[in-house]
């Protein structure tokens, strides 16, 4: 497998092209960014922690029936993914208030759902993102009834598996984004990262924050706190 030329650098990893057509490496990054690229800085070893983390969850997802671009981890950094082309819709599942849903409802954080919500945000940095329905996203084109449906039943069984998973480290998880692409031939499956910049995730005893939260609210630590998750995601995997 060879490594061609960079196709798209992002706020968090960047994309290469490969000698396969299908195929794409992915390399992370310890950059990290929080309110739509206004706040930036480094976590030093979170590209590594990511990587790994994000592949060790999709290949469990897999295991449970949720389809995704996952091949190969082929270095601390590096993965080489199937090529999709992405639905621009951050696909974002909550079971417990916190973020942009507390403020946007005036409600506290950690408000535990008695049924895990759903949302789309489309993915448009120069609108800031903004929360779209699926009938908005349906008149933009952004996806079909269909794919909504299928992202949606993906999305859910991704929480299924997770807080389970999750769970049994000691991790509750309070919510995460989501993305999905399409293959060639139209298949929907699971792509881009799953991580504490992705996802919330709190100790299940002592509430603390072991997320990204900790870098947008500066409150020191965050280092550690990748660590942790990886830690604890080591000794419960397998
Ligand atoms: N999230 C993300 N990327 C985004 C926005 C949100 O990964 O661009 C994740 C975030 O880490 C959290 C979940 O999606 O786990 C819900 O985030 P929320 O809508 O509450 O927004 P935030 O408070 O992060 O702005």
Redesign the pocket.
Known sequence: MEKLEMLYEGKAKKVYATDDPELLIVDYKDDAT???GVKKGTIVGKGVINNQMSNRLMQRLARGGVPTHFVKELSERETLVKRVKIVPL?V?V?NIS??????RYGVEEDIVFDQPTI?F?YKNDELG?PLINSTHAMALHLATAEELDTIRRYAFRVNELLREFWASCGITL????LEFGKLADGTIILADEIS?????LWDSVTKEKL???RF?RDLGGVEDAYAEVMRRLREHDE
Do not use: L
């Open positions: 929080a309110f739509n951050e974002i909550r916190a973020g942009s849903f507390a403020k949302e945000s993102d309070v919510d995460f984004k504490p910049d992705t996802c919330r997320d990204k939260d947008r």
